[in-house]
């Protein structure tokens, strides 16, 4: 007999949770599984990749969508009433002036909706919410499943969020996933009473998909500047990132000489003040901002170097689809990295300042050798992980008593 499981995303923006999610679903057997999905917000990059087949789509009780929208959706301007425009208006009013100070943004959020949020009326064998935030607590609180499993895509101490309100989640959970095995020890530190609930397992990365969609084109805005150095970021224009940091480094490379292009694929809220500062630095030549892209593994084929300049993280998949590529990589050295980076093997490790930045660029750009050396140990090593998938259906399939360390 087929278990019968729901995943809920709250939408299919250009996030590695989404990424991973949309690799593994093809990959889980329709014998095993009777799979239904359900999409909060019906968009993002990786929402055309959604099988076609074989999947049954649940949609999103219309509360749960307002919650989770924006006040300056198109949802929300035609397909909402008067009284629930009203409604997310004063949530957002609330939230500005009161709610973060006590609790994160999408819990306070959650606190003013579920009320009126009806419970799924189906039920499941499994239900997992793929991605933290507000679609966990949809889960505990609005579905009914014989198991439930929750994930967390990041290392969870450096999350701005209320832990208390967390903690019973959590709780009722069957399991908690998150993408690394330093991220596992992040929520066993927070929560140690629950630490029999938490496991690791990688987001799935296909090696076979990465090499096909890699050879699809050659980026035309490489053409003209293969003198250069090109070097390559991926990432939501957010705080935790480090683009700030990044432009900074630029500006210190374009001071010492250095010939390079420096490109960032991704959106996010601090688009205006790194435009501001590429503008004021006359950094225009050196550093650009090419926003989403739908296939970004020609991107990453093509440049010399991989740079990721990031404050904190689960487990980067990015960073695994550039080693799969067999690119050399610059990771700054946030709390989980050597979750992803062994420092001289399959990349370079550098501290998280503009200076030591732009130092390991030149460095590794100068010394062929350890490029080689790097290529190297990344074509013999890291060739995709698409067994992983074996660890998400035992634990989708296992039973509540099962140890975790089985997987």
């Known amino acids: ?56 789509y649940v949609d999103a009780p219309k509360n749960l969508k307002i919650a989770l929208g924006s006040i300056h959706s198109e949802y929300l301007k035609s397909d909402c009433s008067t009284l629930d425009r009203i409604r997310k208006t004063l949530s957002n009013i609330a939230i500005r002036f009161h709610g973060i100070a006590r609790l994160g943004l999408l819990q306070f959020t959650w606190e003013i909706w579920k009320r009126i949020i009806p419970q799924l009326t189906e ?20 579905i009914e499943a014989k198991k439930k499993i929750l994930w967390v895509h990041n290392d969870y101490n450096k999350i701005k969020t209320n832990k208390d309100y967390e903690h019973p989640y959590f709780a009722k959970a069957d399991y908690v996933a998150t993408i690394s095995n330093l991220c596992v020890k992040s929520l066993e530190e927070t929560f140690p009473d629950l630490k029999d609930k938490f496991i690791a397992i990688e987001n799935i990365s296909s090696k076979k998909l990465i090499d096909k969609m890699a050879d699809e084109f050659y980026p035309e805005e490489y053409k003209g500047i293969e003198g250069k150095t090109i070097i390559l ?21 374009k001071e010492k000489g250095f010939h ?21 630095n006359d950094l225009q030549n050196y550093f650009e901002l090419l926003g989403e892209r739908p296939n970004p593994y020609p991107y ?30 610059i990771a700054t050295n946030y709390p989980t990295v050597k979750d992803n980076i062994q420092d001289g093997q399959n990349g370079i490790i550098c501290e998280i ?27 013999k090593y890291c060739n995709g992980n698409e067994d992983e998938v074996e660890k998400y259906i035992k634990l989708f399939c296992r039973t509540h008593n099962q140890k975790v360390l089985s997987i």
């Open 260 to 280: 390079f292009k420096w490109f960032i694929i991704g959106v996010g809220k601090l688009k205006e003040n790194l435009k501001a500062y590429i503008s004021q």
């Open 1 to 56: 007999m087929k278990t019968k499981i729901l995943f809920v995303m709250p939408s299919l923006g250009s996030g590695g949770a989404e990424k991973s999610f949309v690799s593994m679903l093809p990959l889980l057997s329709h014998d095993e599984f009777e799979i239904h999905v359900m999409v909060v917000k019906e968009e993002g990059l990786f929402y055309p990749l959604l099988p076609k087949q074989d999947i049954t």
């Open 353 to 379: 300042s503009p200076e030591a930045i732009a130092n390991a660029i030149i460095s590794l750009n100068q010394d062929e050798s350890k490029q080689r050396h790097i290529i190297s140990h990344l074509k």
């Open 233 to 253: 970021s991926i990432g939501r224009l957010v705080e935790q990132k480090g683009f700030d940091l990044a432009v900074r480094a630029a500006k210190t490379l």
């Open 300 to 329: 990453i084929k093509h440049c010399n170097l991989f740079l990721q300049t990031s404050r904190f993280e689960g487990k980067s998949i990015v960073v695994d689809e550039a080693k799969i590529l067999n690119k050399p990589i």
């Open 123 to 142: 039920t499941y064998d499994v239900a997992v919410s793929f991605m933290d935030g507000m679609t966990n607590f949809y889960v505990i609180d609005k």
